[in-house]
């Protein structure tokens, strides 16, 4: 037997209808913000990734499915969407259209990490950007539109959000150098990956989760002690602007992000309750990635949401596939009778599944109780000879005949019934 690759899974139908919900929720709230959908490739060049997500990073270093196509070009699996939506900005000369251009996409990213609970090989995002615009409201203003998604999910309150600014470009080396003159001496107390960070890539060590290393990164000095002037203000405008929406975080000093385009503002929403995978989403602002992408020096923020850990936090909870009724024709005449009625409750969207006559009525009844359909519509030689069906209600087992020409109607004022509730 074949099986699936490690680390990527089947979305089976018993859940695909959760996934359904959560990408639902934010089509409609992400539209209400004036988002339009974007789709752009699985794979990009190479060279895409490791300009915009940087060259020192995990995922570049360490998480890429890189490969040379036949005609010698190296590509990659997309690692995240939004190096692959900037270019697509660059290509398509988006940068005329009224700012910012509010764009998200959804669908398959591909890390090679080491699988766990909540954490896959290949995974999904919703993934949104805005682009052209530094007002730190749009800043407050994509976050709260996060935080509204998880709300129309009713996540939000099992959820924290986490806010930072990790400055700008220009001031961060001498924060970094801080840092550094503070990690250096204690060195030998870091565990082994921070102790590489430490010449690589010193900011990630406050982002380390080895219970060892927490003592140290929490007498660390604070990157909001060294923001620019400028950067400072901009953080204190998008407070503000999440104050004035009512929009509930904490700011987290140690909140870096894994990907090398941040600037000012960071944002990470956590939950306590997936274990390890505590990130369900997370952006911030990347002034500056246009440009060094060769486009135009347009600044922008985005973030992504983890559809694999949104859908473990909904958990089994709600309804799964709902079914109005079985329609049970016994017999071929049944059948013939039956069939039309089945496609016009179909045709009017209401869910609906039938039995095509060849099964015993106690089997078809036991189909329907394991479907879970809501009714069962039963029409044998009998209630044919009488011109009637009988519609079982399947909770209560009440059941009474109904004329066959007013069965779609009564059907569906059925189904109307049961929306109601
Ligand atoms: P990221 O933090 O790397 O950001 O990923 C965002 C979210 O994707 C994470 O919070 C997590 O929920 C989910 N995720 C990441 N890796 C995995 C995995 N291996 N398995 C399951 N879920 C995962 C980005 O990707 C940025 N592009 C976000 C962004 C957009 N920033 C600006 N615009």
Redesign the pocket.
């Known amino acids: 037997m074949i099986k699936a690759v490690r680390g990527v899974r089947d979305i089976l139908p018993s859940e695909a209808w959760r996934w359904q919900r959560v990408e639902a929720a934010a089509r409609q709230v992400f539209e209400a913000y004036g988002y339009a959908e974007i789709r752009v490739p699985l794979f990009e060049r190479t060279e895409l990734f490791a300009r915009g997500i940087g060259d020192e990073t995990d ?1 570049v270093k360490k998480e890429m499915y890189t490969f040379e196509d036949r005609g010698g070009d190296s590509l990659t699996l997309r690692p ?3 190096a692959g939506v900037l270019r697509a900005y660059i290509e398509h000369g988006f940068h005329v259209e009224p700012k910012p251009v509010r764009l998200y996409t959804m669908g398959p ?1 591909f ?1 090679y ?1 080491r699988p766990q609970a ?4 290949q ?1 999904h ?1 919703v ?3 805005a682009l052209g615009e530094t007002h730190p409201a749009l800043d407050a203003e994509i976050i709260a539109m996060l935080m509204d998604f998880f709300a129309a999910l009713g996540l939000a309150g099992r959820l924290e959000l986490h806010v930072n600014s990790i400055g700008d470009v220009g001031t961060r080396p001498a924060y970094i150098a801080r840092l550094v003159d503070y990690f250096a001496p204690i060195q030998s107390e870091l565990c082994g990956e921070c102790q590489a960070r430490l010449t690589r890539n010193p900011l990630r060590i406050l982002d380390c989760k080895i219970p060892g290393c927490q003592p140290l990164i929490d007498k660390a000095p604070s990157i909001l002690d060294s923001l620019s002037p400028e950067a400072a203000e901009h953080f204190e405008a998008v407070r503000r602007c999440l104050d004035a929406m009512g929009v509930e975080y904490a700011i987290d000093p140690r909140l870096v ?3 090398d385009y941040y600037v000012r503002t960071t944002f ?1 929403v956590l939950t306590q309750d997936l274990g390890a ?1 505590n ?6 602002r ?1 002034d500056g990635l246009i440009q060094q992408l060769g486009g135009p020096a347009d600044p922008g ?6 559809l ?2 949104a859908v473990l936090l909904l958990g089994s909870e709600g309804e799964g596939r709902e079914l109005l009724a079985l329609l049970i024709p016994v017999g071929e005449a049944g059948l013939a009778r039956l069939l039309p009625v089945a496609r016009a409750l179909r045709q009017r969207g209401l869910p609906v599944e039938i039995g095509y006559g060849a099964r015993r009525l106690q089997r078809e009844l036991e189909r329907a109780n394991r479907l879970g359909a809501r009714y069962a519509v039963i029409a044998g030689d009998a209630e044919l000879a009488a011109g009637e069906a009988i519609i079982r209600d399947l909770k209560s087992r009440d059941q009474r005949a109904v004329p066959l020409e007013a069965l779609e109607v009564e059907m569906a004022r059925l189904a109307q019934v049961e929306n109601g509730r």
Not at 279 to 284: K, L, N, Q, S, Y
């Open positions: 995922i995240e969407a939004t990213m890390r990490e909540g954490r896959y090989r995974f995002q993934n949104v950007e992000r894994g990907l990470e995978q990130a369900v989403a997370g952006g911030g990347y923020i985005g973030f992504a949401m983890g694999e850990r």
